[in-house]
């Protein structure tokens, strides 16, 4: 069974960066077909797509984030990473990391961390 | 188009039948995906493409599309259907993920 589980600090600072890293157990991170994303929800709020990857490296953002936002892949490790700069109290939320299998007419997400809350608080 | 609409909050009886919609450009050309998410946790997919349900989905749930627009209908909801449900898609240059604003179910 697929497992992701998201990892990095629940406290930012305003201004700084977050970092959050998702390991994948139970798979392999470097088959074809399959994105690795980050979603977040802010309390109370509806989700929001902020990127994605896959394991040859091309990414894919959401444009109102993208000038923030760096998500990477470690295939050694089995893990993706999401980055994101210059933060403030809007960034507040469960960050939840999430597997996509991707087809021409489709893309769904299957599988999800079980979420992580990141408060930007100095 | 960047945006899929769905309708706040829904309500329905107990056992009968509800359709939650979402509608949008990009559901020309791409399936829509549904979650349901239960306060306090993560998501989780109920149906996707033209109608699959992954394991272990009560066959209640489907999934439909017309247009603009694609549906879920619970056939016969029950108690434990009440919470928020969410549609998702790529957008229509095929380069981004959308999701819907998220309708509240009630099950009366």
């Known amino acids: 069974q697929l497992q992701l589980q998201e990892s990095g600090p629940g406290l930012v600072k305003p201004s700084e960066t977050l970092s959050l890293t998702c390991s994948v157990s139970?798979?392999?991170?470097?088959?074809?077909?399959?994105?690795w994303g980050w979603i977040r929800q802010p309390p109370g709020k509806g989700l929001e797509w902020i990127g994605s990857?896959?394991?040859?490296?091309?990414?894919e953002y959401n444009p109102s984030l993208k000038s923030r936002v760096t998500i990477s892949v470690d295939t050694s490790k089995n893990q993706f990473s999401l980055r994101l700069r210059s933060v403030t109290a809007a960034d507040t939320a469960v960050y939840y990391c999430?597997?996509?299998?991707?087809?021409?007419?489709?893309?769904?997400?299957?599988?999800w961390g079980q979420g992580t809350l990141v408060i930007v608080s100095s | 188009s960047s945006e899929l609409t769905q309708d706040p909050a829904v309500s329905v009886a107990l056992g009968q039948t509800v359709r939650i919609t979402c509608q949008g450009d990009?559901?020309?050309?791409?399936?829509a995906s549904w979650y349901q998410q239960r306060p306090g946790q993560a998501p989780v997919l109920v149906i996707h493409?033209?109608?699959n349900r992954p394991s272990g989905i009560p066959d209640r749930f489907s999934g439909s599309s017309s247009g603009n627009t694609g549906s879920l209908t619970i056939s016969g909801a029950q108690a434990e259907d009440e919470a928020d449900y969410y549609c998702?898609?790529?957008?229509?240059?095929?380069?981004?993920?959308?999701f819907g604003g998220g309708t509240k179910l009630t099950v009366l």
């Open positions: 999430a597997r996509l299998p991707t087809a021409v007419t489709t893309q769904f997400i299957d599988y």
């Open positions: 139970g798979g392999s991170i470097s088959r074809n077909n399959y994105y």
């Open positions: 990857i896959y394991y040859s490296g091309n990414t």
């Open positions: 990009s559901l020309r050309i791409f399936y």
């Open positions: 493409g033209r109608n």
């Open positions: 998702s898609s790529r957008d229509s240059s095929g380069n981004h993920l959308l």
